[in-house]
């Protein structure tokens, strides 16, 4: 029998389906304990809309391992950070055409300043790999990605925000 990480591991995001779900950093841990499977995910963002499709998805892909007994739970803390996205998965949206996300950015402990205009980002054509872009809009096909087009070669791209 495959061992449940590696069926676990080889479950697709289902907005991102060039990543599994580890290539992602969504899947934090899998552990077996006396036949049954638990599975601890944790959302890219608060209210994330797939979260109920990667629970049934990793069940399924477990139970038709032999898996019978799988509970999958939603871990919180630490948030999740684009930081969590593997090489791999950088890769993998690069060659899809969507723009992987840079570093996220670092949070100061105490009070944070207010700032009145959105951050600049620094995004990267994945197709030209020109660094001439702009933002049409902060929201893509999903929350977690915004629109984005090159001024060099005049496609229009998504690219992952950085969290």
């Known amino acids: ?5 590696a069926v ?3 479950v697709r995001d289902p907005e991102l389906p060039m990543l599994t779900l580890a290539d992602l950093g969504v899947l ?3 552990s077996e304990s006396d036949g049954a499977v638990t599975v601890a995910i944790t959302p890219t963002y608060t209210g994330c809309p797939a979260m109920d499709t990667m629970r049934d998805d990793l069940v399924h892909a477990l139970r038709g391992a032999g898996y019978e007994r799988v509970e999958v739970r939603t871990v919180l803390q630490p948030a999740w950070s684009s930081d969590w996205i593997s090489a791999d998965g950088r890769r993998k949206l690069a060659e899809a055409g969507i723009a992987p996300p840079g570093s ?3 949070r100061p402990s105490g009070p944070i300043p207010l700032t009145l205009h959105p951050p600049v980002r620094r ?4 197709r030209c790999g020109s ?5 049409v809009s902060e929201f893509g096909a999903t929350a977690c990605k915004s629109l984005v087009r090159c001024r060099a070669c ?3 791209f998504e690219h992952v925000k950085e969290i």
């Open 131 to 135: 660094a001439d872009t702009e933002l």
């Open 154 to 156: 005049d496609e229009p």
């Open 1 to 5: 029998m495959v061992s449940a990480r």
């Open 8 to 10: 676990a591991e080889t």
């Open 28 to 30: 934090r841990e899998v």
């Open 104 to 106: 996220a950015p670092q």
């Open 123 to 126: 995004v990267s054509c994945p």
